[in-house]
């Protein structure tokens, strides 16, 4: 299994984007499915956005036409480029792999939109 960090969160005003990066420990090209997740305080965890090992994403109806998730294979690295950012989206964002039943997870970092 790989070890994730994450990076990249801070505060932003509203309308401000912010990019986060997902470094993992070993080799992504095989994954199954790398994914994006945000924890609101009070409320359970959430998926935002996917990246699978054909390239195929997905992002939940939130952030839909406001977040993007890609990858770079070669530097073990999953983004989330978060544009027109609004004060719900504050939460710490977690990065997970999910690989033939296992995951494993980020340690998070928080994002806070506030102005």
């Known amino acids: 299994q790989v070890q994730l960090v994450e990076s990249g969160g801070g505060l932003v005003q509203p309308g401000g984007s912010l990019r986060l990066s997902c470094v993992a420990s070993?080799?992504?090209?095989?994954?199954?499915?790398m994914g994006w997740y945000r924890q609101a305080p009070g409320k359970q965890r959430e998926w935002v956005a996917l990246?699978?090992?054909?390239?195929?994403?997905k992002n939940s109806d939130s952030v839909k036409g406001r977040f993007t998730i890609s990858r770079d294979n070669a530097k073990n690295t999953v983004y989330l480029q978060m544009n027109s950012l609004k004060f719900e989206d504050t939460a710490i964002y977690y990065c997970?792999?999910?690989?033939?039943?296992?995951?494993?997870w980020g340690q998070g970092t928080q994002v806070t939109v506030s102005s």
């Open positions: 997970q792999a999910y690989d033939g039943g296992y995951q494993s």
């Open positions: 070993g080799s992504i090209s095989s994954i199954d499915v």
């Open positions: 990246i699978y090992r054909g390239g195929n994403t």
